[in-house]
Protein backbone atom coordinates (compact mmCIF):
# COMPACT_ATOMS: atom_id res chain seq x y z
CA UNK A 1 0.00 0.00 0.00
CA UNK A 2 1.52 3.42 -1.26
CA UNK A 3 1.71 6.02 1.39
CA UNK A 4 2.91 9.53 1.26
CA UNK A 5 3.89 11.55 3.90
CA UNK A 6 4.72 15.27 4.04
CA UNK A 7 6.53 17.15 6.67
CA UNK A 8 7.83 20.34 7.55
CA UNK A 9 4.65 23.15 7.16
CA UNK A 10 4.57 25.42 9.78
CA UNK A 11 3.75 29.56 10.47
CA UNK A 12 6.20 32.00 9.68
CA UNK A 13 6.50 35.67 8.84
CA UNK A 14 6.20 36.97 5.44
CA UNK A 15 9.80 36.55 3.97
CA UNK A 16 10.52 33.73 5.87
CA UNK A 17 11.65 30.02 4.71
CA UNK A 18 10.26 26.46 5.43
CA UNK A 19 11.46 23.47 3.97
CA UNK A 20 8.48 20.68 3.07
CA UNK A 21 9.89 16.74 2.70
CA UNK A 22 7.66 14.34 0.67
CA UNK A 23 8.51 10.25 1.83
CA UNK A 24 6.87 7.40 0.49
CA UNK A 25 6.40 3.80 1.74
CA UNK A 26 5.44 0.68 -0.55
CA UNK A 27 7.23 3.01 -3.54
CA UNK A 28 10.57 4.50 -4.61
CA UNK A 29 10.26 8.24 -5.64
CA UNK A 30 13.04 7.87 -7.47
CA UNK A 31 10.63 6.13 -10.27
CA UNK A 32 8.22 8.68 -10.18
CA UNK A 33 7.27 11.67 -10.92
CA UNK A 34 6.94 13.94 -8.02
CA UNK A 35 4.91 16.78 -7.51
CA UNK A 36 3.54 19.81 -4.64
CA UNK A 37 0.02 21.05 -5.08
CA UNK A 38 -1.13 23.31 -2.93
CA UNK A 39 -5.31 24.66 -2.24
CA UNK A 40 -5.90 27.30 0.18
CA UNK A 41 -9.50 27.97 1.60
CA UNK A 42 -12.04 28.30 -0.96
CA UNK A 43 -9.68 27.91 -3.59
CA UNK A 44 -8.75 24.99 -6.38
CA UNK A 45 -5.95 22.90 -5.62
CA UNK A 46 -3.43 24.15 -8.02
CA UNK A 47 0.35 22.85 -8.87
CA UNK A 48 3.66 24.70 -7.41
CA UNK A 49 6.13 22.65 -8.14
CA UNK A 50 6.99 18.92 -9.79
CA UNK A 51 10.21 16.60 -10.39
CA UNK A 52 10.40 14.41 -13.27
CA UNK A 53 11.89 10.73 -12.03
CA UNK A 54 15.61 10.55 -11.47
CA UNK A 55 15.94 7.85 -14.04
CA UNK A 56 15.53 10.85 -16.84
CA UNK A 57 16.18 13.99 -17.12
CA UNK A 58 15.42 15.08 -13.92
CA UNK A 59 13.29 17.89 -15.28
CA UNK A 60 11.73 20.63 -12.91
CA UNK A 61 9.19 22.77 -13.16
CA UNK A 62 7.67 25.48 -11.11
CA UNK A 63 4.40 28.10 -11.30
CA UNK A 64 5.20 31.31 -12.53
CA UNK A 65 4.12 32.52 -8.63
CA UNK A 66 6.77 30.79 -6.92
CA UNK A 67 9.67 30.88 -9.64
CA UNK A 68 12.76 32.00 -8.00
CA UNK A 69 10.90 31.52 -4.64
CA UNK A 70 10.93 27.80 -4.39
CA UNK A 71 13.24 25.13 -5.01
CA UNK A 72 12.15 21.03 -5.57
CA UNK A 73 15.18 18.73 -5.35
CA UNK A 74 15.35 14.59 -4.44
CA UNK A 75 17.23 14.05 -1.10
CA UNK A 76 19.17 10.65 -2.19
CA UNK A 77 20.16 9.68 1.77
CA UNK A 78 16.71 10.45 2.96
CA UNK A 79 14.89 9.23 0.13
CA UNK A 80 12.39 12.15 -0.10
CA UNK A 81 11.79 15.04 -2.00
CA UNK A 82 11.92 18.11 -0.82
CA UNK A 83 10.44 21.26 -1.28
CA UNK A 84 12.50 24.74 -0.28
CA UNK A 85 10.46 27.74 -0.16
CA UNK A 86 11.97 31.01 0.59
CA UNK A 87 10.82 34.79 0.64
CA UNK A 88 7.24 33.34 1.54
CA UNK A 89 4.37 35.46 1.08
CA UNK A 90 1.43 35.32 2.92
CA UNK A 91 -0.38 34.22 -0.39
CA UNK A 92 1.34 30.89 -0.06
CA UNK A 93 -0.44 30.47 2.95
CA UNK A 94 -2.28 26.95 1.91
CA UNK A 95 -2.82 22.86 2.58
CA UNK A 96 0.47 21.50 0.64
CA UNK A 97 0.16 18.02 -0.81
CA UNK A 98 2.60 15.97 -2.33
CA UNK A 99 1.97 13.39 -5.24
CA UNK A 100 3.27 10.82 -7.24
CA UNK A 101 2.80 9.97 -11.16
CA UNK A 102 4.06 6.90 -12.89
CA UNK A 103 7.61 7.68 -14.75
CA UNK A 104 6.63 9.80 -17.90
CA UNK A 105 3.54 11.32 -16.76
CA UNK A 106 2.77 14.43 -14.39
CA UNK A 107 5.68 16.85 -14.80
CA UNK A 108 6.41 18.75 -17.92
CA UNK A 109 8.90 21.24 -18.35
CA UNK A 110 5.87 24.03 -18.80
CA UNK A 111 3.39 21.99 -17.01
CA UNK A 112 2.27 20.21 -14.42
CA UNK A 113 -0.91 17.84 -15.24
CA UNK A 114 -2.58 17.07 -11.53
CA UNK A 115 -4.99 14.37 -13.25
CA UNK A 116 -1.86 12.03 -13.92
CA UNK A 117 -0.90 11.90 -10.01
CA UNK A 118 -2.39 9.22 -8.77
CA UNK A 119 -1.24 8.60 -5.53
CA UNK A 120 -1.68 12.07 -2.52
CA UNK A 121 -0.59 12.82 1.07
CA UNK A 122 -2.49 14.11 3.48
CA UNK A 123 -0.81 17.67 3.12
CA UNK A 124 0.48 19.44 5.59
CA UNK A 125 -0.45 23.51 6.47
CA UNK A 126 1.83 26.42 5.94
CA UNK A 127 0.66 29.61 7.11
CA UNK A 128 2.14 32.81 6.31
CA UNK A 129 1.58 36.00 8.49
CA UNK A 130 2.77 38.79 9.95
Known amino acids: QVQLVESGGGSVQPGGSLRLSCAAS????????VGWFRQAPGKEREGVSC??????????YYADSVKGRFSISRDNAKKTVDLEMNSLKPEDTAVYYC?????????????????????WGQGTQVTVSS
Open 99 to 119: ATASAGYGCYGVSILRDEYED
Open 51 to 60: IYNKHNDGRT
Open 26 to 33: GLDLDYYS
